[in-house]
């Protein structure tokens, strides 16, 4: 079993920053994805960016040149650095984790944790 555990979020004024962590822990397999993503009411859940075990990002167009994702394997915890947040960016964001070296893929997911972006 992995449990994820996610801390950062927060409220914020347009244009301001926050940096959300995820921190993995119990039988975590050490090739895996990590991705965070995100839901806001009456939409669809979307990927925001993923970061594979050796560094390869990709990002939503959305949020390209705004978010930096990144992690950390010995803590085998991942970041995501927001900045010039809009009000869009408001949502529920969740930590994602898919072991890579699997015959049936599967995916932990953390609580969620609220992002808000509001004057």
């Known amino acids: 079993q992995v449990q994820l555990v996610e801390s950062g979020g927060g409220l914020v004024e347009p244009g301001g920053s926050l940096r959300l962590s995820c921190a993995a822990s119990g039988s975590v397999f050490s090739i895996n994805t990590m991705g965070w993503y995100r839901q806001a009411p009456g939409k669809q859940r979307e990927l925001v960016a993923a970061i594979t075990s050796r560094g390869n990002t990709n990002y939503a167009d959305s949020v390209k040149d705004r978010f930096t994702i990144s992690r950390d394997n010995a803590k085998n915890t991942m970041y995501l650095q927001m900045n010039a947040l809009k009000p869009e960016d408001t949502a529920v964001y969740y930590c994602?984790?898919?072991?890579?070296?699997?015959?049936?893929?599967?995916?932990?997911w953390g609580q969620g944790t609220q992002v808000t972006v509001s004057s």
């Open positions: 994602n984790l898919r072991p890579s070296l699997t015959t049936i893929p599967y995916d932990y």
